[in-house]
């Protein structure tokens, strides 16, 4: 039996390539020696406001990108999570052992509270690891690969297994992280702070629907430094941000890459990045505008997926009403 990896992406904003590299860049890798298990995670969107029908198109969008970026569906499970309800009846539980100290402490709540101010601060989006909890433990969970950020998320979902089975014996597998070293991509505008959906400068990102044009400009704003040597060097953010996603998309270490460049100005490097990012992120943009024009089999897709995750998660809340002594059987 092959161990289970899940992970799941939310569909609100645009997907760029720090997503992309946190997460399915490496799922693709890792479908072969695992079985995955990958949600678009529609009801942790919903914990900030959205528009409904932005967000119905990015439910589409993200599993399509999912299956363009070359995600078997065959192998693997891809499913809605709000189409699956034992998510939200394992959070309600989950959520009675979890502790408002713990909560308080998730950086990610602490930052987006700060930013939309306490009145408009939902409950949600202070429980929302709660829920991310619950959809990796639902499916007995081996590994979760994701980008650096949501490390703490996963701390608490083992904390959150580790109570349970302590107190109504051994119910859940507790998950770990699976997460690359060099998957933080930064803001390409500011590589101060993380490559984010919600920045409010375009030139902050590349999406993973960008035309190549738009790559090749937003690649050309880069923010680098006046050194112009093509080094790894961590104080160097903004250059070492562009070596990061170089050495992801070429596979060469970064000796190899630094030999490569010495005695080149950046612009000779920006443009042989920008040739690999368009050569890897093009084909998954067609592959996915040509998958959303089906919308029938898409949907069939997830319709099949959530079948298969509604099974396995089933059984799992049966178990787990049974050792709380809930409902009637
Ligand atoms: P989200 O869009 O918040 O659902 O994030 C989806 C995935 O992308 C998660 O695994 C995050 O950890 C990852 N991620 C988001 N931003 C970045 C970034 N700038 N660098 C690396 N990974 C990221
Ligand atoms: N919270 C994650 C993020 O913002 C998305 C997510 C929700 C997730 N549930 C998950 C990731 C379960 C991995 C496993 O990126």
Redesign the pocket.
């Known amino acids: 039996m092959k161990q289970i990896a899940f992970?799941g992406?939310?569909p609100s904003g645009n997907l760029h390539i720090?997503?992309y590299?946190?997460?399915i860049f490496n799922w693709k890798k890792i479908q072969n020696n695992y079985s995955c298990i990958f949600s678009v995670v529609d009801l942790h969107s919903i914990t900030v406001k959205q528009s409904p029908i932005d967000l119905k198109n990015k439910i589409f969008e993200v599993a399509a990108i999912y299956i363009a970026s070359g995600i078997d569906i065959k192998r693997n499970i891809i499913f809605v999570q709000s189409e699956v309800k034992q998510h939200l009846e394992l959070f309600w539980i989950l959520n009675c052992m979890s502790y408002f100290g713990e909560l308080s402490r998730m950086t990610q709540f602490k930052d987006k509270s700060k930013r939309l101010g306490k009145d408009q601060s939902s409950a949600g989006l202070f429980n929302y690891p709660v829920l991310m909890a619950s959809d990796i433990l639902l499916y007995d969970t081996n590994f979760v690969p994701?980008?650096?950020?949501?490390k703490q998320h996963i701390e608490l979902a083992r904390d959150l297994a580790e109570r349970f089975n302590k107190n109504f014996g051994e119910t859940f597998n507790v998950p770990e992280p699976l997460i690359k070293d060099d998957?933080?991509?930064m803001g390409l505008d500011n590589p101060e702070n993380?490559?984010?959906?919600s920045a409010k400068s375009k030139y902050n990102r590349i999406d993973i629907m960008d035309s190549n044009d738009e790559i090749v400009n937003k690649i050309k704003k880069a923010v680098t430094d006046n050194v112009q040597d093509v080094k790894f060097d961590k104080k160097r953010k903004g250059i070492y941000n562009l070596l990061t996603i170089y050495k992801l998309l070429s596979g060469m270490s970064e000796n190899e890459i630094e030999h490569n460049f010495s005695g080149k100005n950046y612009g000779y490097f920006k443009k042989d990045l920008t040739d690999l990012l368009i050569s890897e992120i093009s084909p998954i943009r067609e592959n996915t505008l040509s998958i959303l024009k089906n919308k029938n089999s898409i949907e069939k897709i997830l319709e099949d997926g959530s079948k298969k995750a509604r099974n396995i998660a089933n059984k799992k809340i049966i178990t787990v009403k049974n050792k709380l002594g809930l409902g009637i059987n």
């Open positions: 992970s992406i939310q720090g997503n590299f946190g997460s994701v980008g650096y950020d949501q998957a933080k991509i993380k490559m984010s959906k």
